[in-house]
């Protein structure tokens, strides 16, 4: 089955910026989506077909996805940015969806 | 704004089934063009997609829990269920309902409920 890698862990002073990376086989050729996640509430979609945001997501909110590495850049950071990041694809081998394992994101 | 919610029971018996329903509010689960998927998350993990249905009655699994899963729908009420059997406390996790778009990503999630596998 397909995999996803992301480090478990990242941070960023606000005001910076934070660069998020998920890791997988020829990911640039699959179709990539991130949600974000605050404690005890639901995922939400923030980053869909690699690049596009949702109504309501801020523009400080970007991604990537070349190789084998997406990336979930979100620029300017603050307070509220601070969840856990979860990148998701469709593998069409398996025709399952999966999602990696998560990065939480702090805010120093 | 679609709204879903997810109801049942939050304890379960290892080998009995677990049955969640989701009720689907703010629009008709009939009127095509998404899925309605199941996704469970345990704690401290990333989430697990274990499969969806569309308002035809057509549905497609996970494959590592396809042996174990059952979705139906209930147009009439607006909602669809999962079935889950043989549970162990592998299962044990908040599992999500959640609205499916186009190339396979979750636009509308419920709130989640924790379901506990424990005798």
């Known amino acids: 089955s397909y995999t996803l890698t992301q480090p478990p862990s990242v941070s960023a002073a606000p005001g910076k910026t934070a660069t998020i990376t998920c890791a997988g086989n020829n990911i640039g050729n699959k179709i990539v989506h991130w949600y974000q996640q605050k404690p005890g509430q639901a995922p939400i979609l923030v980053i869909f077909y690699d690049t596009n945001r949702p109504s309501g997501i801020p523009e400080r909110f970007s991604g990537s996805n070349s190789g084998n590495m997406a990336t979930l850049t979100v620029t300017g950071v ?17 025709d399952d969806r999966v999602f990696g394992g998560g990065t939480k994101l702090t805010v120093l | 704004q679609v709204q879903l919610q997810e109801s049942g029971p939050g304890l379960v018996k290892p080998s009995q089934t677990l049955s ?56 009439s009420k607006n909602q669809f269920s999962l079935n889950l059997s043989s549970v162990t406390a592998a ?29």
Request: hydrophobic share 30%.
């Open chain 1, 78 to 94: 603050e307070a509220g940015d601070e969840a856990d990041y979860y990148c998701q694809v469709w593998d069409s081998a398996s």
């Open chain 2, 20 to 75: 969640l329903t989701c009720n689907v509010s703010g629009g008709s689960i009939s009127s095509g063009g998404y899925y309605w998927s199941w996704i469970r998350q345990p704690a401290g993990k990333g989430p697990e997609w274990i499969g969806r249905i569309y308002f035809s009655g057509i549905t497609t699994y996970s494959p590592s829990l396809k042996s174990r899963v059952t979705i139906s729908l209930d147009t």
């Open chain 2, 91 to 119: 299962d044990t996790a908040v599992y999500y309902c959640a609205r499916e778009m186009g190339i396979n990503y979750f636009d509308f999630w419920g709130q989640g409920t924790l379901v506990t596998v424990s005798s």
